[in-house]
C-alpha cells in the first residue's frame, strides 16, 4: 500500500508565495511521474505540473513562469513552490504519483487526499 501526504497548503495574499510538498510512503518499489494537480469549485480537476523520475518538468500555461516543481528522489517526495499568486489558483491541490509497488509488476496510480490553496486580500 502507497500512500501520498501533502502539506503547505493555507490562506495567502494576491501576489504572496506558498510551497507544497507530498511525501509518498509505503511499499515502493519506484516511483515514475509524480505531479501536482488541482480543483476550483465547479471546475474539474486540471494538470497544474507534472516531473518524471529523470527530472523532465511540464507546466499548465496559466502557471508558466509562477510555479516550479520539483522532487527529492531519495525521499520520495515532490515540492511545488507557487510564487505571484493570483485568486484564480484558489483551488485544492492533489499531489499524484505513478508508484510500482514491491513484489508488483503493476503501475498503479496513487492520489493524496489535497490540501486546499486560498489566495485572497
Known amino acids: 500500500q502507497v500512500q501520498l501526504v501533502e502539506s503547505g497548503g493555507g490562506l495567502v495574499q494576491p501576489g504572496g508565495s506558498l510551497r507544497l510538498s507530498c511525501a509518498a510512503s509505503?511499499?515502493?518499489?519506484?516511483?515514475?511521474?509524480m505531479g501536482w494537480y488541482r480543483q476550483a469549485p465547479g471546475k474539474q480537476r486540471e494538470l497544474v505540473a507534472a516531473i518524471t523520475s529523470g527530472g523532465s518538468t511540464n507546466y499548465a500555461d496559466s502557471v508558466k513562469g509562477r510555479f516550479t516543481i520539483s522532487r527529492d528522489n531519495a525521499k520520495n517526495t515532490v515540492y511545488l513552490q507557487m510564487n505571484s499568486l493570483k485568486p484564480e489558483d484558489t483551488a485544492v491541490y492533489y499531489c499524484n504519483a505513478e508508484t510500482r509497488p514491491y513484489g508488483s509488476s503493476v503501475v498503479l496510480e496513487v492520489w493524496g487526499q489535497g490540501t486546499l490553496v486560498t489566495v485572497s486580500s
Open positions: 509505503g511499499s515502493i518499489f519506484s516511483i515514475n511521474a
